[in-house]
């Protein structure tokens, strides 16, 4: 991830990785996926897959803030089995963080689980993580686990994640995952109800409510990527709302509620804000006993999360109908409910088994490509071999002779000690292939070839430069002592 302005002789993808990052980070979702495209090409261009993956990254990343789910999680499984395939376990970690967040809001929530866990160990043990990585990984496996209703985990692992950020001084970073807890135990309270028919206790939702002073003093520049500081006390104000809607304040609920809508209006395009915003709106007429108008939110919110493909809130909604149809005596009504409900559920069942699948045979073609690669390497260092090697002897050849030599004199010269290079022929070698037969010449020049190997050590070389001429080069022997080896040789 960029830290600092890159200078312009750089490549052009890297400067706009830089301003689509820098865009995000701000909010401008639509500038940035401009950027982030542009930089796609370039990068595919210039055949730079670490570049490629970075521009899916950062596209997945504004389809999530954008709500265009389904497309979030193409790019970003792209993005993470190119980070992969790269060998960049930093950036396959941040890409498996904002997948595991899309699943989650998309209804897989083992999937969720699946790719957050990873991520967190990634982020935990590559050296080359953002400080922060490990962070915002802990947030959205907490989110991970509270999409699975386990609640008790989602609690930990995102109090972690604030003590994190707010050890590094983030203040207003840390308001992410403190939203993400007041969400969580929101879910808690909204399924008590759902189950038991009423609120069993508001006291934990009501514990972790006030944020600290930093935070709200210090708005500041945000550095997370991943949800800007604005859209982000939004939806605390709003988690606050429902607190005192379900605590019976529903004057305070609905002001709260049209402070948000009026930050809608006036561009905040968050779908997130909007979504929550509309289970608020049915939870006050609800409480009100506003029945036309519970029932009209609800079924509002059931629509505008399809067309945002957030499976969570849509299955909220489902529950919400249930719930208000119930207490009306509608119990047909509710039933249909229930019946899409299921529907629904079945639905997504299928469609995170197909999800498997499609990476079991993406992780099979990953295996057949590394198999592919290691045989083609094999039979790359196979063919080296032969070309530094004589065929008929065995022993290097003169190419391999010319390239150790200058290393040779290198290290002699820094042990002060110089090699000893012996030159050998064959004498009257002619008259052999012309009396007994080139056969029986090449049987003598390979004898003569196993005699000079069975004289070297590790370190030494036997070398066929061509006809009759061999050279053995002693790189660990004194000079009275090749002389002695030479002798052994000739005789």
Known sequence: MPDAPLLSSEPTHVTLLFQAHAALTRGDVDFSQTLSKSALLHAQRQNDAAGQARALLYLAQGDRQLSHLRRARETAER????????????GEAEALTTLANVLSLMGHSADGLEAAMLALKLSQSSPASHPLAEAMACNYLGVAHACSQSFDNAADLLERSVRMFEAQGLWAESCLPRYHQRYAEMHRCFLDRYYHGTFLSLDRLTQIAALPEQVTSQPGSVR???CPYRKTRALLDLTHAFELCWQ????????RADTI?????????????????MWLRTEIAWAAEDWMSAEAHAQRLLQSAARAENEHLRATAYLLLIQIYSAQGKDLQAQAQQRLWKMQEMHLRKEALHSREERVEWQMRVRADRQASRHLEEKTRHLERLAMQDALTGLYNRRYLEQIVPALLSDATERQRAPALVFVDIDHFKQINDRFSHLVGDEVLRTVGRILSGFVREGDVSVRLGGDEFVVLFSHVEAQSSTSVVARIHK
């Open 79 to 90: 993005a993470a089995q190119m980070f992969q395939t790269h060998g960049d376990a930093a």
């Open 261 to 277: 809508s009026a930050s809608v209006a006036k561009g905040m395009r968050q779908p997130a804000v909007i979504l929550l915003e």
């Open 224 to 226: 997370s990527l991943l």
């Open 248 to 255: 019976g304040d529903l004057d305070e609920a609905s002001r």
